[in-house]
């Protein structure tokens, strides 16, 4: 059994499911449902449709670099079966593939952060800046309820300012 | 590409779309063209006269996968947007693979071993 990769939304496409299209060069394209060999026959870029894996790669979404993605790979050369390697492989499969979820969720969280007070920094410099749309100016200058309350900085006169005073 | 359909009874919709949905998958996919374009000259294949070709096959723009019947009418399609448009495509990244799409997934580069016989 083998589980290939969608051509546009690099998911694992197993056994019974999805579609392959082969081209007169004998170019193998899988597709993982309907919904992708639609968009592959609509000539879309899977770089530039915001769902796919290749978008998420592409735009720091996904992790990129990592140890845990040397493992599964083609190997073009042929292996000698040992019983024994492939228990322990089934075993590792499980651990690496906790590990694997572990960073990339550690990797999610960490581009998550900032977010909020980014949020907020741009909230308050639209209330700044339009609140005009919602009263006159003319209007808050006497009634300054909806502007944001100034902070107060006490100003101490440097020394020699105060030398010039008393001159 | 649309051609004129004239017996099309609401006014607004009068292109046919159908001749260019036909000639979809004849047109070589992009990465065979970005594959092609990225040889050097002479390796590319010469045109061999074929007379069931617009201009027996010799008037042939690479990018867009065209034949012309002469060469003014190919130095007309050089000029048109679609084409230069291709031009622009095809100078950028190389098209989205079976590989790319794999590495996407989270699988490593293919190993193919030690190579065994020296090139």
């Known amino acids: ?15 019974g499911h999805g579609i392959q299209f082969v081209r007169n060069d004998a170019t193998i394209f899988r597709f993982c449902r309907s919904k992708c060999h639609k968009n592959f026959k609509m000539k879309r870029n899977p770089r530039k449709v915001k769902w796919t894996k290749a978008y998420r790669r592409l735009h720091g979404k ?6 845990t993605f040397e493992f599964e ?4 050369r042929p292996h000698k079966y040992d019983r024994n390697v492939t228990e322990d492989t089934l ?13 990339e969720s550690r990797h999610i969280a960490r581009r998550h952060q900032g977010k909020k007070a980014k949020e907020f920094r741009e909230a308050k410099k639209e209330l700044d800046q339009s609140i005009s749309l919602v009263k006159a100016p003319s209007v808050l200058k006497e009634d300054p309820s909806l502007t ?6 006490k100003v101490v006169p440097s020394q020699s300012e105060q030398d010039r005073m008393e001159e | 590409m649309g051609g004129k359909c004239p017996h099309r009874s609401v006014k607004k919709r009068r292109y046919s779309h159908k001749t260019a949905r036909r000639t979809k998958f004849l047109v070589k996919g992009d990465d065979m063209v970005y594959n092609e374009l990225a040889k050097p000259e002479v390796e590319r294949p010469s045109l061999p006269v074929d007379e069931d070709l617009p201009g027996m096959g010799q008037y042939y723009c690479l990018h867009c996968d065209r034949y ?3 060469v ?7 000029k048109t947007k679609r084409h230069r448009k291709r031009v622009k495509q095809m100078l950028g990244p190389a098209p989205h693979t079976q590989l790319d799409a794999e590495l996407a997934a989270g699988m490593g580069m293919p190993d193919n071993g030690p190579k065994l016989m020296a090139m």
């Not at chain 1, 790979?73 to 073009?76: A, E, M, T, Y």
């Not at chain 2, 003014?72 to 050089?78: A, L, Q």
């Open chain 1, 73 to 76: 790979r083609w190997r073009h």
């Open chain 2, 68 to 70: 012309f019947a002469n």
């Open chain 1, 62 to 67: 996904d992790m990129t670099k990592d140890s």
């Open chain 1, 148 to 153: 944001l309350p100034k902070l107060k900085v």
């Open chain 1, 1 to 15: 059994m083998r589980l290939e990769k969608c051509w546009f939304c690099s998911s694992p496409i197993y056994p």
């Open chain 1, 91 to 103: 075993k590792a499969i499980k651990k690496i593939d906790k590990i694997r979820m572990d960073r």
């Open chain 2, 72 to 78: 003014s009418v190919r130095d007309e399609h050089f």
